[in-house]
């Protein structure tokens, strides 16, 4: 099945009519108790008229998600979030925690539904410029929701394709959206897929065991991941990541991406920025 | 015409006593099927964590004749994408299939609330205490059966000599 179809099959049926012909350009679903479903096209979020939201319909959607299994994913729903063949539910409501645990929801308020795409294609310009002179470790940086995972699930299939042996982090399983051993999106002929693990401890089993000539991971977030970084290129495997950040500047203002600039880990950034319905794709060189 | 009148409703009232006895029996046997299902849930779900689909596979497997279309609907019902919750599905497999006291039905129903939402520990717990309520229910009803039994059989000879006294 389609992700986008997936996605529209997860949510309530009365609104699959309206929703049916936005699908496939929508990124991804909003659903607050009391609010219209929202959806997010190029970045911005649009109401659909009709019906609000119920926190009933939150608890089908999930029920959907994990064959009205929500026990079973109950580790990943405590982070916040619980992944569905490649589609990943962000999650929000009353949390029970207890002796610094969370220990599940009472009740839920807000679910964010996001749909994963492969765009082939999409940063070719980039590419050129990133193959042009050897593999360059690169950055990728966005704002949320500005295609970060797209654009380095694209780099990894081109890279892997040319020939290089590469292998992923898939912490939240969004790269890959692999349902068991079949990979959900092609990343490659010679990549390698890690995924359900913390990035840090990932990372160390690949330079142990898979001998990687890239390695590539989504989101850096924690300090753990700097050290991952660390490690990575310390032991000389190139490197591809993203980044929350809408420019380099911005990078900088932060305390953890300041450390990790200073690490000199990265060589090159490519830059994804809205614009209207497109995106813009900028690669450049980071200063020494 | 008058003796085939009265052999006619005679066996009829044979044939509702039989009947009455019958569901007594289904009742218990229904009931002792539960209970073993409700514990077999409980620690699937307490101790591993089973997803329901699989769990209702299993159970539809279990040697259970009276709760097996129970148990293939509730997974029929897991594998459909429409806005249902699993907790009205149940309840209406419930309804259609679990001949139960309202006490015991009330029961399953709150029950179906909590399955397949919460923590795998707490629908163990949830569970347990159900079952509970059955098997008090189960005793008393095994301690009764006896009585039944014959409170039955004997309004079914009265109500026969009755007829025949009347008609003779």
Redesign the interface.
């Known amino acids: 099945m389609e992700r986008c179809e997936l996605a529209l099959q997860l949510l309530p049926g009365r609104y699959w009519p309206q929703l049916r012909e936005l699908a496939p350009a929508v990124e991804e679903y909003r659903l607050r108790t009391g609010e219209p479903l929202g959806f997010v096209r190029c970045g911005r979020e649009y109401a659909l008229p009709g019906d609000a939201v119920s926190e009933r319909d939150l608890l089908r959607t999930l029920e959907k998600a994990t064959g009205a299994s929500l026990h079973t994913a109950a580790p990943a729903l405590n982070r916040g979030y619980l992944s569905v063949r490649g589609l990943r539910i962000g999650v929000c409501g009353d949390m029970l925690w207890r002796d610094g645990e969370a220990q599940g929801f009472r009740s839920y308020s807000s679910l964010a539904l996001r749909v994963p795409r492969e765009c082939r294609g999409i940063c070719d310009g980039a590419i050129k410029s990133l193959f042009a002179d050897g593999f360059q470790n690169t950055l990728i940086l966005s704002p949320p929701g500005g295609g970060k995972t797209t654009a380095l699930r694209e780099l990894i299939r081109r890279l892997s394709d040319r020939g290089t042996r590469l292998c992923v982090c898939d912490e939240r399983g969004e790269l890959a959206a692999s349902e068991g051993a079949d990979p959900g999106f092609d990343l490659g002929r010679h990549t390698d897929v890690l995924s359900g693990c913390p990035k840090a401890a990932a990372a160390m089993m690949l330079l142990r065991g898979m001998a990687p000539q890239v390695i590539a991971m989504d989101e850096i977030t924690q300090r753990e991941d700097l050290d991952a970084v660390r490690e990575i290129t310390g032991c000389g495997v190139g490197l591809l990541a993203t980044a929350h950040a809408a420019t380099v500047g911005d990078l900088q203002r932060r305390p953890l991406y300041r450390e990790l600039l200073a690490l000199g880990c990265f060589q090159a950034v490519l830059v994804i920025s809205l614009h209207g319905e497109g995106r813009e794709y900028r690669w450049s060189l980071l200063p020494p | 015409m008058k003796t085939a009148g009265l052999l006619l409703s005679s066996v009829a009232l044979f044939l509702v006593a039989l009947k009455t006895l019958f569901l007594q029996r289904r009742q218990l046997d229904m009931l002792r099927e539960l209970c073993t299902a409700l514990e077999r849930m409980a620690a699937e779900?307490g101790e591993h964590?089973?997803?329901?689909?699989e769990l209702m596979d299993a159970l539809e497997r279990e040697d259970s004749p009276l709760l097996r279309p129970f148990f293939t609907e509730l997974q029929a019902s897991?594998r459909q994408?429409?806005?249902?919750?699993?907790a009205e599905s149940w309840r209406e497999a419930v309804d259609r299939h679990l001949t139960l006291p309202a006490a015991q039905k009330t029961e399953l129903y709150r029950l179906g609330g909590y399955?397949?939402?919460?923590?795998?520990e707490l629908?163990k717990d949830v569970l347990l205490s159900v079952q509970a309520s059955l098997l008090r229910k189960l005793k008393c009803l095994e301690d009764q059966a006896p009585d039944r039994r014959r409170l039955t059989v004997g309004l079914t000879m009265a109500a026969i000599s009755m007829l025949l006294i009347l008609n003779l």
């Not at chain 2, 964590?49 to 689909?53: A, E, G, V």
């Not at chain 2, 994408?81 to 699993?86: A, E, I, K, V, Y």
């Open positions: 779900l964590n089973t997803p329901l689909p897991l994408l429409d806005d249902r919750s699993f399955l397949g939402r919460y923590a795998g629908q």
